[in-house]
Nanobody
Framework: QVQLVESGGGLVQPGGSLRLSCVVS????????LAWFRQTPGKEREFVSV????????YYADSVKGRFTISRDNAKRTLILRMDSLEPEDTAVYYC???????????????WGQGTQVTVSS
């Protein structure tokens, strides 16, 4: 069974930075595609970024391209999202997710963390 635990959220001013982490336990870390999604009240969960299984590619939503960076540390079984130049529109609960075959659609991801709140406000 795969378990995901996010950390690193918080309150930051516009233009600031945050680093989210997601520790993955259970099945072989390197065989999973890992992604970040985010959600605000009343809206569907939105794709942010994905790191395909080890050796694969990374992709970003247009809204975060150039500001966010996704990376994975296989030795530490950790997925990281570095978020720079944060904007109030980035305020959301951020979720880490794992899938054997998914890419950008939340419905394709079977395993989810509990979420971490990111608030961008002055």
């Amino acid at each position: 069974q795969v378990q995901l635990v996010e950390s690193g959220g918080g309150l930051v001013q516009p233009g600031g930075s945050l680093r989210l982490s997601c520790v993955v336990s259970g099945q072989l870390f390197s065989t999973y595609t890992l992604a970040w999604f985010r959600q605000t009240p009343g809206k569907e969960r939105e794709f942010v970024s994905v790191s395909q299984k080890s050796g694969g590619s990374t992709y970003y939503a247009d809204s975060v391209k150039g500001r966010f960076t996704i990376s994975r540390d296989n030795a530490k079984r950790t997925l990281i999202l570095r978020m720079d130049s944060l904007e109030p529109e980035d305020t959301a609960v951020y979720y880490c997710a794992a899938s054997l075959y998914g890419l950008t659609h939340a419905a394709d991801f079977a395993h989810w963390g509990q979420g971490t709140q990111v608030t961008v406000s002055s």
